[in-house]
């Protein structure tokens, strides 16, 4: 089964529930996903899901960190829900160490060494961990196997 599909099931069992939160927040992601297949003129992929998933989380971190410097603990804790939910859909997410085995191979088979390299070493790992590692994380370690610590 389709990972929209599954969303769609989630809604309709929000729906059922009462949920609002859920329902909202499942809702804001399908007209995201929507969006997404207008701009594609096409139907989404999972992978695609996955990237816009991505994003939306990204949206409610940056959120929280904010509603929280401005001293809206209500509004930072809703966002947090929102991410919680949002997550559910997500792929497990790969830790450190598979991020750094992830670089490390990609480096190998690019044949990257040095700072210089790190575009194309960047494009590489991106492909092999596309939705299951954030990407700040990503280039801190590969920042770090091509300084060589």
Known sequence: MSLKKTITDEMVKAMKSGEKLRLSTIRFLLAAVKNKE???????????LWGVL???????????????????????????????ILRGFMPAQLSEAEIRDAVKKAAEETGAAAIKDMGRLMKAVMEKVKGRADGKL????????????
Not at 38 to 48: F, G, K, N, S, V
Not at 63 to 84: T, V
């Open 138 to 149: 990503v280039q801190e370690i590969v920042k770090g196997v091509l300084s060589g610590s």
């Open 54 to 84: 991505s994003t939306l989380s990204k949206q409610r971190l940056e959120s929280i960190e904010q509603f929280k410097k401005g001293g809206r603990e209500e509004l930072a804790e809703k966002e947090e829900k929102e991410l919680e």
């Open 38 to 48: 207008i701009d594609l003129r096409r139907e989404i992929t999972d992978e695609e």
